[in-house]
């Protein structure tokens, strides 16, 4: 699987750590999770809900024109969890850190079944998985929509 | 039981005295938040947090408490079932529970996780399992204590006890012999109509079809919860499910969800609050059922209560 660097290395953090670590690293994550910025609190319809999660969770993707140094486009992202579902918010905090700031076709190229690589699936279990995987879809898709 | 007390150890903790609780069918099965912050500490209590969110422990839990998962640690995903004997003695002894331990279980969203817990608990008949009134909703919201360092039970001796599945737990087939029984839906108004095949807001997958079993009466499980997360008392969840539904103790009752976990916390409240002899809970639920080819369903929004 080729994943883009950040992401990659993510997913060696997770391999480098017993399954009962890659919980405290899940935590660590959603305790990392940036906080949703001024210009989209209380503006829900600005964001798109993940329904596939088991908590309330919203997210907004922007793709800004000129980006960092190498001054191509490049893909933020924005979510918005509960501290009450830290699960879901540790998932939000891997995609961010993991993908924020990349250039649009580096999100785009990332496998649909990356978030399996992180090796969570003993830990969360595969069921709980899924909203990760549905996150990054529409993430995705998000992005195509931005860009074409 | 033929269990040696060690170390002065109580063979169980005494019963919560609360007058709400009192007029429950089965007081012992319930604690009251300032019971637990009484009892907390004691040898013979462990404390046990199951939740929905796997991580939420992690974040901060009563003092003392243990974690216990369904999806990592109460299912066996293999043989879609709960796990045996021997594999429950292995997480008992893990977590510092042995067969006489009182053990007190709490967790998020009105105790959902945590009735189906202690459901799992009672099909290996772990005698002395009780549930937190309010759950951890209750406790935070009074302030009291929660930490993040993780106990470190010594480990007990637990017997592998064979799991009995005869009493409390309800198969396809038993289904099918039942109907035409007391039957009870637990699920969302959407998902008994068949509008939805999972909850509003959860990932619509499962089953095929949508709908519900034929002649069962909807009444969601949150309708037994108080606004604060704590149990409707007595009188009132009487008329709920005595009165509106038609429901008596000494019938037959099955109730069901999706999977069987908040079809569990219905079952808790049948069983240990109203008195109901026989409650089974059908763990197999609409995605079993809802798949099942030829299993008879009903659309629409029924014999609703």
């Given at each position: 699987?080729?994943?883009?660097?950040?992401?990659?290395?993510?997913?060696?953090?997770?391999?480098?750590?017993?399954?009962?670590?890659?919980?405290?690293?899940?935590?660590?994550?959603?305790?990392?999770?940036?906080?949703?910025?001024?210009?989209?609190?209380?503006?829900?319809?600005?964001?798109?809900?993940?329904?596939?999660?088991q908590?309330?969770?919203?997210?907004?993707?922007?793709?800004?024109?000129?980006?960092?140094?190498?001054?191509?486009?490049a893909?933020?992202?924005?979510?918005?969890?509960?501290?009450?579902?830290?699960?879901?918010?540790?998932?939000?905090?891997?995609?961010?850190?993991?993908?924020?700031?990349?250039?649009?076709?580096?999100?785009?190229?990332?496998?649909?079944?990356?978030?399996?690589?992180?090796?969570?699936?003993?830990?969360?279990?595969?069921?709980?998985?899924?909203?990760?995987?549905?996150?990054?879809?529409?993430?995705?898709?998000?992005?195509?929509?931005?860009?074409? | 039981?033929?269990?040696?007390?060690?170390?002065?150890?109580?063979?169980?903790?005494?019963q919560?005295?609360?007058?709400?609780?009192?007029?429950?069918?089965?007081?012992?099965?319930?604690?009251?938040?300032?019971?637990?912050?009484?009892?907390?500490?004691?040898?013979?209590?462990?404390?046990?947090?199951?939740?929905?969110?796997?991580?939420?422990?992690e974040?901060?839990?009563?003092?003392?408490?243990?974690?216990?998962?369904?999806?990592?640690?109460?299912?066996?995903?293999?043989?879609?079932?709960?796990?045996?004997?021997?594999?429950?003695?292995?997480?008992?002894?893990?977590?510092?529970?042995?067969?006489?331990?009182?053990?007190?279980?709490?967790?998020?969203?009105?105790?959902?996780?945590?009735?189906?817990?202690?459901?799992?608990?009672?099909?290996?008949?772990?005698?002395?399992?009780?549930?937190?009134?309010?759950?951890?909703?209750?406790?935070?919201?009074?302030?009291?204590?929660?930490t993040?360092?993780?106990?470190?039970?010594e480990?007990?001796?637990?017997?592998?006890?064979?799991?009995?599945?005869?009493?409390?737990?309800?198969?396809?087939?038993?289904?099918?012999?039942?109907?035409?029984?007391?039957?009870?839906?637990?699920?969302?108004?959407?998902?008994?109509?068949?509008?939805?095949?999972?909850?509003?807001?959860?990932?619509?997958?499962?089953?095929?079809?949508?709908?519900?079993?034929?002649?069962?009466?909807?009444?969601?499980?949150?309708?037994?919860?108080?606004?604060?997360?704590?149990?409707?008392?007595?009188?009132?969840?009487?008329?709920?499910?005595?009165?509106e539904?038609?429901?008596?103790?000494?019938?037959?009752?099955i109730?069901?969800?999706?999977?069987?976990?908040?079809?569990?916390?219905?079952?808790?409240?049948?069983?240990?609050?109203?008195?109901?002899?026989?409650?089974?809970?059908?763990?197999?639920s609409?995605?079993?059922?809802?798949?099942?080819?030829?299993?008879?369903?009903?659309?629409?929004?029924?014999r609703?209560?």
């Open positions: 699987m080729s994943l883009p660097a950040p992401f990659a290395e993510i997913v060696e953090e997770f391999a480098a750590v017993t399954p009962r670590q890659r919980l405290e690293l899940l935590l660590d994550y959603s305790s990392d999770l940036p906080a949703l910025p001024e210009r989209y609190v209380g503006s829900r319809d600005a964001l798109e809900q993940v329904h596939e999660c908590s309330p969770l919203f997210l907004a993707v922007e793709v800004d024109g000129d980006g960092a140094a190498g001054g191509g486009p893909v933020h992202l924005f979510f918005d969890a509960p501290a009450e579902a830290p699960t879901t918010r540790g998932f939000a905090g891997i995609l961010h850190a993991g993908l924020d700031g990349l250039p649009p076709a580096e999100v785009l190229a990332l496998p649909d079944e990356a978030p399996l690589a992180l090796g969570l699936g003993e830990a969360v279990s595969p069921l709980r998985l899924r909203g990760m995987q549905a996150m990054l879809a529409r993430i995705k898709r998000q992005v195509r929509e931005r860009c074409s | 039981m033929c269990v040696t007390a060690t170390k002065g150890d109580p063979v169980s903790l005494p919560d005295s609360d007058p709400k609780l009192g007029a429950y069918a089965h007081p012992e099965r319930l604690v009251t938040t300032s019971w637990l912050a009484e009892h907390l500490g004691e040898p013979g209590l462990v404390v046990v947090e199951s939740d929905e969110d796997v991580l939420l422990y974040t901060g839990h009563i003092p003392g408490a243990v974690k216990v998962d369904w999806h990592t640690e109460l299912n066996d995903p293999v043989t879609r079932d709960y796990v045996d004997g021997g594999r429950f003695a292995e997480l008992m002894r893990d977590k510092g529970i042995a067969r006489d331990t009182t053990v007190v279980i709490y967790g998020d969203k009105n105790n959902w996780w945590a009735a189906y817990a202690l459901w799992v608990f009672t099909l290996f008949g772990h005698e002395d399992v009780r549930l937190l009134d309010g759950g951890r909703t209750a406790w935070v919201s009074e302030g009291r204590p929660m993040t360092d993780k106990p470190d039970p480990p007990t001796d637990y017997p592998a006890v064979e799991r009995d599945d005869s009493r409390i737990r309800a198969f396809k087939d038993d289904v099918l012999a039942h109907l035409g029984g007391p039957l009870v839906d637990v699920r969302t108004p959407g998902e008994f109509s068949g509008e939805l095949l999972h909850m509003p807001d959860y990932p619509q997958e499962g089953a095929m079809r949508g709908g519900h079993i034929p002649g069962a009466a909807s009444v969601p499980w949150a309708r037994a919860a108080a606004e604060d997360g704590r149990f409707r008392t007595r009188v009132e969840l009487d008329a709920l499910y005595g009165g539904v038609g429901l008596s103790p000494d019938e037959d009752v109730v069901y969800c999706r999977i069987g976990e908040r079809s569990s916390h219905t079952w808790f409240v049948l069983t240990h609050l109203l008195g109901y002899g026989s409650v089974r809970n059908y763990d197999g609409w995605t079993e059922w809802g798949n099942s080819v030829r299993a008879p369903i009903e659309k629409g929004a029924g609703s209560a």
